[in-house]
């Protein structure tokens, strides 16, 4: 069972965050300064062998805006492409955003193989839609990672193949996930989530 570890006050907060719509959503959706605010590591996850994130949780180290941020543990094996996610789930109409951000940190010591990318999921059949192309995270260095929601892009694809960005696709988004690739690089530790942003 994959595990999300936080103090009672936070999970109180989670259970009553309410859901975000247009009309609430600001530049910065997220920096997780009181809670986890509905992120989790999805329980289907459990069931991949290729996915290896045991354990999510609040932190106060290497923030790059406020005094909170995610904590991502993960156990890469080296020997083969395996990853780590986190996702949110809700209702989100990002018509009028040009992109999903995030800034990510790892250890000086991590190796340079570790990449990430943002997920969507959009529609009633939840179609997943993932950035065709992922970006190296920098060991030491504050990463950031950017999802182009400009209407008529290619930068996505689903199971299909590439797809390009439409309104539709944008205005009806149910899961907005951040996944930590590793391409057999042998890794075991944290990956800090801070400032996932929707921009303008």
């Given at each position: 069972m994959k595990k999300s570890v936080f103090p009672l006050p936070a999970l109180l907060f989670v259970l009553f965050f309410p859901v975000l719509h247009s009309a609430a959503q600001s530049e910065m959706i997220y920096n997780c300064e009181q809670a986890l605010q509905n992120w989790n590591i999805p329980n289907w996850s459990e069931h991949k062998d290729d996915y290896v994130s045991p354990i999510l949780a609040?932190?106060?180290?290497?923030?790059?805006?406020?005094?909170?941020?995610?904590?991502?543990?993960?156990?890469?094996?080296?020997?083969?492409?395996?990853?780590?996610?986190?996702?949110?789930?809700?209702?989100?109409?990002?018509?009028?955003?040009?992109?999903?951000?995030?800034?990510l940190y790892l250890s000086k010591k991590a190796p340079r193989n570790i990449s990430a990318r943002i997920v969507v999921a959009s529609g009633k059949d939840h179609t997943w839609i993932e950035m065709n192309n992922s970006t190296k995270v920098t060991p030491g260095r504050t990463t950031k990672v950017s999802g182009n929601l400009r209407y008529g892009n290619s930068d996505w694809r689903t199971t299909e193949g590439t797809l390009k960005m439409t309104d539709e696709i944008k205005s009806s988004i149910k899961k907005i996930a951040i996944r930590i690739e590793s391409?057999?690089?042998?890794?075991?530790?944290?990956?800090?989530?801070?400032?996932?942003?929707?921009?303008?």
């Open positions: 609040l932190d106060k180290n290497f923030t790059s805006k406020g005094e909170l941020g995610l904590k991502l543990m993960v156990n890469f094996s080296g020997d083969k492409w395996e990853a780590g996610i986190v996702e949110t789930e809700g209702f989100f109409d990002l018509t009028l955003y040009k992109a999903i951000t995030c800034t391409n057999e690089a042998k890794y075991t530790g944290p990956v800090y989530i801070d400032s996932i942003h929707f921009e303008k």
